[in-house]
Nanobody
Framework: QVQLVESGGGLVQPGGSLRLSCAASGRIFRIDDMGWYRQAPGKERELVAT???????NYADSVKGRFTISRDNAKNTLYLQMISLKPEDTAVYYC???????????????WGQGTQVTVSS
């Protein structure tokens, strides 16, 4: 059983910072691309940032220069450092990973349960 568990969300004032974490656990053989997505009320889920197993990153234009995605491959953990947060960053943030489980024959895409980020004064 493989699962992704996010943490680090919360309430922060505009201009503040938060660091999200996403820990992958279970019978994991290998992890490929990982990413963060978010979904605001009444809106579709959107890509925030992605990172390859080699460390190459990609960001949505709306977060470039403010968010930094990183990963610790030894810990199977994904991070999202967010600074200069704006009210429009308010959303549920989900992590996503392409994982090859032990004893499997194909790759699977997994999602975490989500963590709420609220930016408000």
């Amino acid at each position: 059983q493989v699962q992704l568990v996010e943490s680090g969300g919360g309430l922060v004032q505009p201009g503040g910072s938060l660091r999200l974490s996403c820990a992958a656990s279970g019978r994991i053989f290998r992890i490929d691309d990982m990413g963060w997505y978010r979904q605001a009320p009444g809106k579709e889920r959107e890509l925030v940032a992605t990172i390859t197993s080699g460390g190459s990153t990609n960001y949505a234009d709306s977060v470039k220069g403010r968010f930094t995605i990183s990963r610790d491959n030894a810990k199977n953990t994904l991070y999202l450092q967010m600074i200069s947060l704006k009210p429009e960053d308010t959303a549920v943030y989900y992590c996503n990973a392409k994982i090859f489980p032990r004893s499997a024959t194909v790759w699977f895409t997994y999602w975490g349960q989500g963590t709420q980020v609220t930016v408000s004064s």
